[in-house]
């Protein structure tokens, strides 16, 4: 006599489900009989070796995020599920300990519950595994990477003041804006505007869209200042931004060579070329945009001169003005506070200090910050200071304010200095006669040349953003800011120019004896000077006196020995 075993194929069959119904009877009788162990173990040692596990993972998560980095999601899944399963064993611990294992029939007889006992052994095996589980992937996860850094945003970061969309802005961002995402190959764009106007704030907000609506694969920037070219650093700046690794340090060839190849591969790219003062040799740097260049790249200077935009191939610069006076205002009231206006006693005040910052919004911002803390008299004070020409001074104010536009000052020619140092003698908002203070710069033999020299002269300093025009061909003006850093420039030794403005006495300062150049705008009738007073170095006097009606001694002018040149304007001898 056969059993089924004995038959192929059903033996197979009937040998499987036999183990399988040992195992799950086995299986029930330790979750029925066992359960009080497994509960006790999961409680006391599995939970407790999840607990050091996790503690390690959070301290090595704690440091790589302190690193900037970001962990990666199998880590914080992990995380995630040993909180999830410390919460279901606190809650199986609990309902074990409240557990009905027992069941009373009769008040002297007490028969067990099987079925509670076998789940709650049940549920204490599954989770033991799964705390073992957990256990064995965290030893893993302290062994290997478990962060990594983020993407480069490649989108600058604002300095905090938000971009203010003034209609003035907004026709000029227009047309960098159509030029950019026009698809008509390869171009040259370029910014260009005095110190302080706006120049990088606008560049960054068109960075910031172009990232937003994706209009370029990538965005490249290199900042080029006015010292020497340095073709390592840029390429450094601009390897960086494309995810270019150079191999060479500091073969410039080979590293041109390798940013080249990398421009070819990497799509649509946006150069912004950042503070340039001189013409570019891009092709030395690696930039160039020859066949099999992706189409569709651009490049965007930003300068202080016009000229400079010009020689790198831009072909119509965008020029960026000063604010109106509406806009200024605005701004200002926006950085100062509403509250704060309101609350000063001399409403007029809050004007005048805005009206000194020459619709610049990098003064009306700098200015406005360190006002909006002050008091009343502070507010006198800073606007005495700004009156006065020493913005370098005003409390809370960076030196960047003051050196940038030195920063242009230093980059002029020799000829070029005199000339706006002379120009900054003039008063405030003088509309100022370019013929005539050239010839007066030349017959002073502060300047050499011809007299079509000027328009050079005027040329280039309007298109270095340092003079504005006047209200007609003849005429140029300053702008405060540029009229005060230049006055403060024109004060040290080596120009050794004074400007003083003065009622009925010349005031007495150490200082006159050091000038070279001298401009006296003497503003009431027969203005006296001290007895004391020499200047032994002066060779040029210029006076003005807007027609009031002077009696000079001998006596004034013995303080002059060596005065070689005197000018005079609108004066009345008696």
């Given at each position: 006599?056969?059993?089924?075993?004995?038959?192929?194929?059903?033996?197979?069959?009937?040998?499987?489900?036999?183990?399988?119904?040992?195992?799950?009877?086995?299986?029930?009788?330790?979750?029925?009989?066992?359960?009080?162990?497994?509960v006790?173990?999961?409680?006391?040692?599995?939970?407790?070796?999840?607990?050091?596990?996790?503690?390690?993972?959070?301290?090595?998560?704690a440091?790589?995020?302190?690193?900037?980095q970001?962990?990666?999601k199998?880590?914080?899944d992990?995380?995630?599920?040993?909180?999830?399963?410390?919460d279901?064993?606190?809650v199986?611990?609990?309902?074990?300990?409240?557990?009905?294992?027992?069941l009373?029939?009769?008040?002297?007889?007490?028969?067990?519950?099987?079925v509670?006992?076998?789940?709650?052994?049940?549920?204490?095996?599954?989770?033991?595994?799964?705390?073992?589980e957990?256990?064995?992937?965290?030893?893993?996860l302290?062994h290997?990477?478990i962060?990594?850094y983020?993407?480069?945003?490649?989108?600058?970061?604002?300095?905090?003041?938000?971009y203010?969309?003034?209609e003035?802005?907004?026709?000029?961002?227009?047309?960098?804006?159509?030029?950019?995402?026009?698809?008509?190959?390869?171009?040259?764009?370029?910014?260009?505007?005095?110190?302080?106007v706006?120049k990088?704030?606008?560049?960054?907000?068109?960075?910031?869209?172009?990232?937003?609506?994706?209009?370029?694969?990538?965005?490249?920037?290199?900042?080029?200042?006015?010292?020497k070219?340095?073709?390592?650093?840029?390429?450094?700046?601009?390897?960086?931004?494309?995810?270019?690794?150079?191999?060479?340090?500091?073969?410039?060839?080979?590293?041109?060579?390798?940013?080249?190849?990398?421009?070819?591969?990497?799509?649509?790219?946006?150069?912004?070329?950042?503070?340039?003062?001189?013409?570019?040799?891009?092709?030395?740097?690696?930039?160039?945009?020859?066949?099999?260049?992706?189409?569709?790249?651009?490049?965007?200077?930003t300068?202080?001169?016009?000229?400079v935009?010009?020689?790198?191939?831009?072909?119509?610069?965008?020029?960026?003005?000063?604010?109106?006076?509406?806009?200024?205002?605005?701004?200002?009231?926006?950085?100062?506070?509403?509250?704060?206006?309101?609350?000063?006693?001399?409403?007029?005040?809050?004007?005048?200090?805005?009206?000194?910052?020459?619709r610049?919004?990098l003064?009306?911002?700098?200015?406005?910050?360190?006002v909006?803390?002050?008091?009343?008299?502070?507010?006198?004070?800073?606007?005495?200071?700004?009156?006065?020409?020493?913005?370098?001074?005003?409390?809370?104010?960076?030196?960047?304010?003051?050196?940038?536009?030195?920063?242009?000052?230093?980059?002029?020619?020799?000829?070029?200095?005199?000339?706006?140092?002379?120009?900054?003698?003039?008063?405030?908002?003088?509309?100022?006669?370019?013929?005539?203070?050239?010839?007066?710069?030349?017959?002073?033999?502060?300047?050499?040349?011809?007299?079509?020299?000027?328009?050079?002269?005027v040329?280039?300093?309007?298109s270095?953003s340092?003079?504005?025009?006047g209200?007609n061909?003849?005429?140029?003006?300053?702008?405060?800011?540029i009229?005060?850093?230049a006055?403060?420039?024109a004060?040290r030794?080596?120009?050794?120019?004074?400007?003083?403005?003065?009622?009925?006495?010349?005031?007495?300062?150490?200082?006159?004896?050091?000038?070279?150049?001298?401009?006296l705008?003497?503003?009431?009738?027969?203005?006296?000077?001290?007895?004391?007073?020499?200047?032994?170095?002066?060779?040029?006097?210029?006076?003005?006196?807007?027609?009031?009606?002077?009696?000079?001694?001998?006596?004034?002018?013995k303080?002059?020995?060596?005065?070689?040149?005197?000018?005079?304007?609108?004066?009345?001898?008696?």
């Amino acid at each position: 006599m056969c059993s089924l075993s004995d038959i192929p194929v059903v033996g197979k069959a009937v040998d499987k489900i036999s183990v399988v119904i040992v195992e799950a009877g086995t299986r029930g009788l330790v979750h029925l009989f066992c359960y009080k162990g497994v509960v006790k173990d999961l409680k006391a040692t599995k939970i407790n070796e999840l607990q050091i596990q996790e503690e390690s993972v959070a301290r090595k998560a704690a440091a790589a995020k302190n690193n900037g980095q970001i962990l990666l999601k199998h880590v914080v899944d992990w995380q995630e599920k040993v909180v999830e399963i410390k919460d279901q064993v606190k809650v199986f611990v609990e309902e074990y300990e409240n557990r009905p294992s027992w069941l009373c029939c009769f008040e002297a007889l007490r028969i067990p519950d099987p079925v509670t006992r076998f789940r709650l052994g049940r549920s204490g095996a599954k989770m033991s595994k799964r705390v073992e589980e957990l256990i064995e992937s965290g030893k893993e996860l302290v062994h290997e990477d478990i962060a990594q850094y983020p993407p480069f945003e490649n989108v600058p970061i604002s300095g905090g003041d938000r971009y203010y969309n003034f209609e003035s802005r907004r026709t000029a961002y227009g047309k960098i804006w159509e030029a950019l995402v026009k698809e008509d190959g390869f171009s040259v764009l370029g910014i260009y505007g005095m110190p302080g106007v706006g120049k990088t704030r606008m560049m960054e907000q068109t960075w910031k869209e172009i990232k937003e609506k994706g209009v370029f694969d990538k965005v490249a920037r290199a900042n080029f200042g006015n010292g020497k070219l340095d073709v390592i650093n840029i390429q450094e700046q601009l390897s960086f931004h494309l995810e270019c690794h150079l191999e060479s340090k500091d073969n410039e060839e080979y590293r041109a060579f390798q940013l080249r190849n990398s421009i070819m591969n990497g799509g649509k790219i946006l150069f912004i070329l950042d503070d340039v003062w001189r013409y570019i040799p891009l092709n030395r740097i690696g930039i160039s945009f020859d066949e099999g260049t992706p189409g569709g790249c651009k490049i965007l200077f930003t300068s202080r001169a016009q000229d400079v935009c010009l020689k790198n191939n831009c072909k119509d610069p965008v020029r960026i003005d000063t604010l109106t006076a509406e806009e200024a205002w605005e701004m200002f009231s926006n950085v100062v506070g509403s509250s704060k206006i309101y609350s000063l006693l001399d409403k007029t005040l809050a004007m005048r200090v805005c009206n000194k910052c020459a619709r610049l919004p990098l003064l009306i911002v700098a200015v406005g910050n360190s006002v909006a803390i002050m008091g009343e008299c502070q507010w006198k004070d800073a606007l005495d200071l700004l009156e006065n020409h020493k913005i370098e001074k005003i409390h809370g104010i960076e030196g960047d304010i003051f050196a940038c536009v030195e920063l242009s000052f230093n980059q002029l020619h020799e000829d070029e200095k005199i000339f706006l140092l002379l120009c900054s003698l003039y008063r405030e908002d003088a509309e100022i006669d370019k013929s005539l203070l050239f010839k007066l710069a030349t017959d002073c033999e502060l300047l050499e040349g011809k007299r079509d020299r000027v328009h050079s002269i005027v040329q280039n300093l309007k298109s270095s953003s340092l003079l504005l025009p006047g209200r007609n061909d003849k005429y140029i003006r300053l702008h405060d800011i540029i009229r005060d850093v230049a006055r403060s420039i024109a004060s040290r030794q080596e120009y050794a120019f004074l400007s003083i403005t003065c009622n009925s006495w010349l005031p007495n300062q150490s200082a006159y004896s050091t000038r070279k150049v001298m401009y006296l705008n003497l503003e009431v009738d027969n203005v006296s000077s001290p007895d004391d007073l020499v200047c032994p170095d002066l060779h040029t006097l210029w006076l003005q006196s807007n027609f009031h009606s002077q009696q000079l001694s001998d006596s004034f002018f013995k303080m002059f020995p060596n005065l070689r040149f005197l000018v005079i304007q609108k004066c009345l001898f008696q």
